[in-house]
């Protein structure tokens, strides 16, 4: 992604991002970061961010643990491309479920529409949710957020 690209993004489009850039969320950082936000009573919501190629990748995952091992429930991947996010990714363990709606060949990406419109419907529920339950940043220190 350019530099014109991030500048250019406007997150409050997305009902995602616009909660996530209210948390404190940095879109427009090209190294690998990632921020834990929380709610009394709900399971934690962890966020990635990092480049791939041309796209900022974003991650949104709730994660939960099953016999010692972390079950994404449910996690999303977003791309930020052409100044807006894509919704590209699903996958929740506990359903055994895992969808990709993109593909980037050359430097391009391609989308299944239909898929990526679902997902959108989604996300837009999703992040309502997050709202709604008060979730908040709590870790900004990426390191502890990693370890």
Not at 7 to 32: C, I, N, W, Y
Not at 46 to 64: A, I, K, P, Q, R
Not at 96 to 112: P, R
Not at 125 to 137: D, I, P, R, V, Y
Request: hydrophobic share 35%; with cysteine.
């Amino acid at each position: 992604m350019n530099t014109t690209q991030i500048e250019k993004f406007d997150g409050r489009k997305s009902p995602m991002f616009a909660f996530l850039q209210k948390q404190g969320v940095d879109f427009t950082a090209t190294e690998h970061l990632a921020y834990v936000l929380k709610s009394e009573g709900f399971m934690p919501l962890t966020v990635e961010t990092w480049m791939e190629g041309d796209f900022l990748n974003v991650s949104v995952c709730h994660y939960g643990e099953q016999n010692g091992d972390l079950m994404a429930d449910p996690e999303m991947v977003f791309l930020l491309a052409y100044g807006q996010e894509v919704p590209v990714y699903f996958k929740n363990d506990y359903v055994g479920t895992e969808q990709v709606y993109s593909k980037i060949e050359n430097g391009k990406l391609f989308l299944k529409k239909r898929g990526v419109a679902d997902l959108k419907s989604f996300s837009k529920t999703w992040a309502s949710n997050l709202k709604a339950q008060g979730h908040n940043m709590d870790v900004t220190n990426h390191d502890e957020v990693m370890n």
